[in-house]
Nanobody
Framework: QVQLVESGGGLVQAGGSLRLSCAASGPPFSNYAMGWFRQAPGKEREFVAAITWRGDSTYYADSVKGRFTITKDNRKNTVYLQMNSLEPEDTAVYYC?????????????????WGQGTQVTVSS
C-alpha cells in the first residue's frame, strides 16, 4: 500500500510562490500516476493537476493552468507542485493522491491512495 506525505505548505502573499512535495513509500512509485487536489473551507475537494506514471504527460484545472506545474521524480519517489502567481483563491488544503493506473486521472474517485494534506494560505 502506498503511503503519501505532503509538505511545503505555508503562508504566502498574493503573487508569491510555493513548491509542494509529496513523498511516497511502499510499492514502486514509478508504477503510479499521481494527482494534486485541494479543498477550500466550505467547498468540495477539487482537481488541480495530474501526471502520468512516467511524467511524460500532465493535465491541469483551468483555474491553475499557466501558474502551476506538476512534476514527478521516480528516483526520489516524489511528486511536486510548483505554484506561482498565487492568488487568495488558491487558499486550501492541498492533497496528493496516487492511482494504480499509469494514465491521467481527473476525478478523486480515480485515485486509490491519499496523503493527509498540507495547508496553503495566500494573503491579499
Amino acid at each position: 500500500q502506498v503511503q503519501l506525505v505532503e509538505s511545503g505548505g505555508g503562508l504566502v502573499q498574493a503573487g508569491g510562490s510555493l513548491r509542494l512535495s509529496c513523498a511516497a513509500s511502499g510499492p514502486p512509485f514509478s508504477n503510479y500516476a499521481m494527482g494534486w487536489f485541494r479543498q477550500a473551507p466550505g467547498k468540495e475537494r477539487e482537481f488541480v493537476a495530474a501526471i502520468t506514471w512516467r511524467g511524460d504527460s500532465t493535465y491541469y484545472a483551468d483555474s491553475v493552468k499557466g501558474r502551476f506545474t506538476i512534476t514527478k521524480d521516480n528516483r526520489k519517489n516524489t511528486v511536486y507542485l510548483q505554484m506561482n502567481s498565487l492568488e487568495p483563491e488558491d487558499t486550501a488544503v492541498y492533497y496528493c493522491a496516487a492511482r494504480e493506473w499509469r494514465t491521467l486521472g481527473r476525478f478523486d474517485g480515480e485515485y486509490d491512495y491519499w496523503g493527509q494534506g498540507t495547508q496553503v494560505t495566500v494573503s491579499s
